[in-house]
């Protein structure tokens, strides 16, 4: 998970979050980044079904929120603690 959702392209779910369908070039500015490394980031988020493209060509986040919730525990040594 955390290789699709890199910080970067929280920015541009939450620069989309709500807006419905916008154009490429609309989200790199709202996020202030070059188009050419927002489109790679977008084409990741379109594989992983995070955003959907429609007919016109539109990229939207169809989401209004995203709550993501886990949980990260340290492994057991069997040797013990160092």
Known sequence: MWKVLTAK??????AMAGD???????VARRADRDVKAVHGDVHA???AGILRKNADGKIEFPFDA???DFMLEA???ARGPW
Do not use: D, E, P
């Not at 392209?9 to 939450?14: A, F």
């Not at 419905?20 to 609309?26: D, E, N, P, V």
């Open 9 to 14: 392209r929280w920015k541009l779910l939450k």
């Open 20 to 26: 419905g369908a916008i154009t490429l070039r609309k």
């Open 45 to 47: 988020l379109l594989a």
């Open 66 to 68: 995203v709550h993501v």
């Open 75 to 77: 492994a057991s040594h």
